[in-house]
């Protein structure tokens, strides 16, 4: 959910998908009923398992796994950002700094935002988490 609480993110396959699908649902505030929830679609919900949906506390930018070729392997964390004017910039592989050839999973922001926890089977095959720490000013973007 949003930070606003206007905005909420679940991930489904509904019959006829080709995969799980991030979709959103809004209300006009937060004590109003949520709308129908829409798939994301592009860039973000493509044709393989996009899932583990997580906004920043400024929600602008976004997280989700997702196992899309040309990522480190098994299910990767990937990085987008939301733009005032609707559009939502192409997803970012987050990288071998915290991805793997095992499946990540699961991102979680800190509060400030420069703290990613996630879970991840590296290593022992296991699930266990993760903490990958960023520098304050690394953005996703201008």
Partial sequence: ???DGKTFFVVSNPPGSQGLDIWVSRGASTDQPWGEPVNMGEPVSLA???FCPTASRDSDEF???SNRPGGCGGD???ATR???NGTIDPPVNLGD???SAAAET???LSWDGTTLYFG???STGKANIYVSVRDRLTRLGP
């Fill in 1 to 3: 959910m949003s930070r």
């Fill in 48 to 50: 393989f398992n996009d």
């Fill in 63 to 65: 997280y989700f796994v």
């Fill in 76 to 78: 990767d964390i990937y």
């Fill in 82 to 84: 939301f733009r005032g």
């Fill in 97 to 99: 700094n915290v991805n």
């Fill in 106 to 108: 699961r991102p979680s």
């Fill in 120 to 122: 991840s089977t590296r």
